[in-house]
């Protein structure tokens, strides 16, 4: 009914790149927003980016704007974080969620999102 599945994390230089994947091809509900948040021990979950369904909106970040891009790709039903300038500070777990419901802003509401996946490790190494 409610799964997402994390894909593309890895270790990577200071300055280098990578692309995030969240499958939504399971999450036979439809979803009104896609969140990708952040958590490194001992800190609260962060919200990274966000894509909201009904008008293609997207919401970043002060620390991730002008390096990340959040988009849906239809074909391969993901929404994707494509990463560039990745910098030793964004070193950590990075979940994607579902909500299902209106929410606002889609990036801080972290507790109403519905559906997490199970998180992919991001490495950058200065």
């Known amino acids: 009914q409610g799964q997402l599945v994390e894909s593309g994390g890895g270790v990577v230089q200071a300055g280098g790149s990578l692309k995030l994947s969240c499958e939504v091809s399971a999450f036979t509900l439809h979803w009104y927003a896609i969140g990708w948040f952040r958590q490194a021990p001992g800190k609260e979950r962060e919200g990274v980016s966000c894509?909201?369904?009904?008008?293609?909106?997207?919401y970043y970040a002060d620390s991730v704007k002008g390096r990340f891009t959040i988009s849906r790709d239809r074909a391969k039903n993901t929404v994707d974080l494509e990463m560039n300038n990745l910098e030793p500070e964004d070193s950590t777990v990075y979940y994607c969620?579902?909500?299902?419901?209106?929410?606002?802003?889609?990036?801080?509401?972290?507790?109403?999102?519905?559906?997490w996946g199970q998180g992919t490790q991001v490495t950058v190494s200065s």
């Open positions: 894509f909201v369904s009904p008008n293609n909106e997207t």
């Open positions: 969620a579902a909500a299902v419901r209106p929410l606002y802003p889609c990036i801080s509401q972290t507790a109403e999102y519905d559906y």
